[in-house]
């Protein structure tokens, strides 16, 4: 089967979004990450930063079984936590992007999972602690004496989230085609990795 979409769950301060941006330019096709967080603000009239919020709150236990139902009741999904909503809401947005868009590339949202029927080339990127710190403090502006404590949280709001909504564990490495460390090899070389590694794999199928 092939697969053409990629999909990347990444470690906060691995660079995942830089290094899906730089894999989707190569490949010449979109790369979308805070964009479907944005969509939903849209749709939903609320802020992003709101929505940013609400997104990485735990979301209930029963969401797995309600996103089984190709058309859940409307007085349920009313009844759910903004957290909830929100994801149900990026998920239709994602599977419409899908209708609309043979390949591209999704950063986290868990779209391996809710792409998974459509073929997604799964990638993991990670990195020591260590640099992932000193990323935050370079790169996303984080304060030096705070760093480590946003890091920590932000990884378990992550993994929080991708656990209960897929009942699967983000970090089982088994479920990814690829998982780079950007720490060693860098961004530009990770990119180079996973379009040469999503090409090789493709082009075994023929359409």
Excluded at 147 to 168: M, P
């Amino acid at each position: 089967m092939k697969k053409n979409i990629i999909t990347i769950e990444r470690q906060y301060g691995s660079g995942g979004s830089v290094i899906g941006q730089l894999a989707a330019e190569k490949l010449g096709i979109n790369c979308y990450n805070r964009q479907i967080l944005e969509m939903t603000a849209e749709r939903c009239g609320i802020a992003p930063e709101y929505l940013e919020n609400a997104e990485e709150n735990v979301p209930t236990s029963f969401l797995y079984s309600l996103l089984l139902s190709a058309n859940p009741a409307r007085t349920m999904e009313e009844n759910l936590p903004l957290s909830d909503k929100v994801f149900l809401m990026e998920s239709r947005i994602i599977n419409e992007i899908a209708e609309k868009e043979k390949q591209f590339v999704i950063v986290g949202r868990c779209g391996s999972y809710i792409l998974e029927e459509k073929g997604c080339f799964n990638v993991y990127i990670y990195a020591d602690h260590e640099f992932r710190v000193k990323r935050a403090i370079s790169e996303y502006g984080v304060s030096e004496n705070k760093a480590d404590s946003i890091l920590k949280k932000a990884d378990k709001r992550r993994e929080t989230f991708y656990n209960v909504n897929t009942g699967r564990v983000w970090q089982d490495k088994d479920q990814y085609a690829l998982c780079l460390n950007s720490g060693v090899l860098g961004d530009e070389l990770c990119a180079e990795i996973i379009v040469r590694a999503y090409q090789e794999y493709n082009n075994r199928f023929k359409d």
